[in-house]
């Protein structure tokens, strides 16, 4: 299995272009997560989705953030605006009811 | 909010053993304890995870107590290859179930 697969890995941005990211969780899980990592705050848990449906999305920061997931193979993290504090590593993780979550490489982020 | 505390740093001699602390004092009885590791800016790896009892796999041991308010990873031969940080997690949730992260310790492996 290629594990959790994240695009693009490093993305560069000027502040108010929008910034999509990408994840292909492992195949056959059904419980998909999106976290951010910053020096200041740490690993934070974004939003998660179970068969497909947002379950908590209490962690984004804003309404500029928004997270689909289409079908059990895809998930897209979307920031419009970006702005220069969005700027981290943006990890996804998948699991199923029976496993630990398996992490993604990350997408680092710049936003200028 | 974070639901463990562990020490923000640590330094073990290669070949020793490290022990990694973690208090989570606010513990329900259905949560379970996991550790992870990160290298440097790479996903979180997992390593093991527990619920009431001591665990053991290829990689750690787990020792909880009895009350269940703390634990201690211990990696019984560190290897320069060990250093990372080393975050203690409390899962929560059933079926549909989430980490949260504390802020883990940085384990440096010194030859």
């Known amino acids: 299995d290629a594990g959790v697969i994240q695009s693009p890995r490093h993305e560069v941005t000027e502040m108010g272009q929008e910034v999509t990211l990408r994840c292909k969780p492992i195949?056959?899980?059904?419980?998909l997560f999106w976290y951010r990592q910053t020096m200041m705050r740490g690993l934070e848990l974004l939003i998660y989705?179970?068969?497909?449906?947002?379950?908590?999305d209490s962690g984004m920061p804003e309404d500029r953030f928004s997270a689909k997931m289409p079908n059990a193979s895809f998930s897209t993290l979307k920031i419009q605006p970006s702005e220069p504090r969005d700027s981290a590593v943006y990890f996804c993780a998948s699991s199923s009811e029976d496993s630990e979550q398996f992490f993604g490489p990350g997408t680092r982020l710049t936003v200028l | 909010d974070a639901k463990t505390t562990q020490p923000t740093s640590m330094d073990c001699a290669e070949g020793r053993a490290a022990n990694l602390p973690c208090n989570h004092s606010?513990?329900?009885?259905?949560?379970?304890v996991y550790w992870y590791r990160q290298i440097h800016s790479q996903g979180p790896q997992y390593i093991i995870h527990?619920?009431?009892n001591n665990e053991t796999n290829e990689m750690a041991s787990l020792i909880i107590t009895e009350d269940r308010k703390s634990s201690t990873l211990i990696l019984p031969h560190a290897t320069l290859r060990d250093t990372a940080v080393y975050y203690c997690i409390v899962r929560v949730g059933g079926r549909t179930y989430k980490y949260i992260f504390g802020t883990g310790t940085r384990l440096k492996v010194l030859a």
């Open positions: 989705f179970n068969n497909n449906v947002p379950i908590d």
């Open positions: 606010t513990i329900s009885g259905n949560e379970y």
């Open positions: 527990g619920l009431k």
């Open positions: 195949s056959g899980h059904n419980s």
